[in-house]
């Protein structure tokens, strides 16, 4: 599987962003996304999870409200809408791919992992 995230760039604080993940190759039944990002100097944290269904999705405090996760299962494409961004959002962003149903912040339970995406958030 192989995982093409893009929509990073640079916007102003306030401003909005939409980051896609393409998932490719051979893809075997349900699966579950993820997002994460990392700052420099910083561990790679979880922003967002969505189950297959998309009837679950599960955020961290620090971006519950302002962001939200979304796929569409016939493109093979997840998404992440992120609105209201502040300077400490700044991040590379990463998309995650499971088998597990809802793997949410395990990230054990992610097998593929997306190049990754720059946002920065300028104030």
């Known amino acids: 599987v192989q995982l093409q995230a893009s929509g990073g760039g640079l916007v102003q604080a306030g401003g909005s962003l939409r980051l896609s993940c393409a998932a490719s190759?051979?893809?075997?039944?349900?699966?579950?996304m993820g997002w994460f990002r990392q700052a420099p100097g910083k561990e790679r944290e979880f922003v967002a999870g969505i189950s297959w269904s998309g009837g679950s999705a599960v955020y961290p405090d620090s971006v519950k409200g302002r962001f939200t996760i979304s796929r569409d299962n016939a493109k093979n494409t997840g998404y992440l809408q992120m609105n209201s961004l502040k300077p400490e959002d700044t991040a590379v962003y990463y998309c995650?791919?499971?088998?597990?149903?809802?793997?949410?912040?395990?990230?054990?339970?992610?097998?593929?992992w997306g190049q990754g995406t720059q946002v920065t958030v300028s104030s």
């Open positions: 190759g051979r893809i075997f039944g349900s699966y579950s």
């Open positions: 995650a791919f499971s088998y597990w149903s809802n793997a949410a912040w395990d990230t054990s339970k992610y097998s593929y």
